[in-house]
């Protein structure tokens, strides 16, 4: 039996639950069956000249490393919106979805107070016509760091998604 952040049945609070890979959760004794399905979330890849925006993450998970703008899409939200009410949130900047690129999407691994998520990120670009950009929200973000493409260490990175659509879509050209 795995061990899963899930310990007992939801259903009827039996402890004989057992896990597939941390997404199917059933329990025997009910026959109750629990799917913890991935989360939708979008990630933002502001360009100007050779750069890349990264926000330096300033909560957990991987706090100290470095991220995109973007985060979880809320119910009743599709992508494109959610992608220009974080960048309102995270940057201060008005976005029209028409000026969203969509790039891909790429799944991705969130530790979240010891409860493992699994998310799909939808990757978008945004052509800046200038670099200046400034933190709207401090307490999720502790520094905006412009670095162009040659600069950019995969290794300072934290989330295994934004490492990979970097790496292929952008350094690889």
């Known amino acids: 039996m795995e061990k899963s952040f899930i310990t007992y049945c939801p259903n009827c609070a039996s402890k004989a639950v057992v896990v597939e890979n941390n997404f199917k959760i059933q329990c025997p004794s009910c026959h109750y069956t629990l799917y913890h399905n991935i989360a939708a979330a979008v990630a933002l890849i ?45 940057l201060g900047i008005e976005l029209n979805k028409k000026q969203l690129k969509y790039i891909t999407t790429a799944p991705n691994n969130y530790l979240y107070k010891n409860v493992p998520y699994r998310t799909m990120d939808i990757f978008y670009e945004i ?6 950009i400034h933190i709207q929200a401090p307490d999720e973000i502790s520094k905006l760091i412009w670095l162009k493409k040659s ?4 290794n300072k990175i934290g989330f295994i998604s934004v490492k990979n659509v970097i790496s292929e879509y952008y350094l690889s050209k």
Do not use: H, Q, Y
Request: proline share 5%.
């Open 46 to 90: 502001f360009t100007f000249e050779d750069k890349i925006l990264f926000t330096e993450r300033n909560v957990e998970p991987d706090k100290g490393k470095l991220d995109l703008p973007g985060g979880f899409i809320d119910p009743d939200e599709n992508a494109e919106a959610a992608a220009c009410r974080e960048v309102w949130e995270e």
């Open 151 to 154: 600069e950019i260490d995969l």
């Open 127 to 132: 052509s800046m016509s200038t670099d200046t």
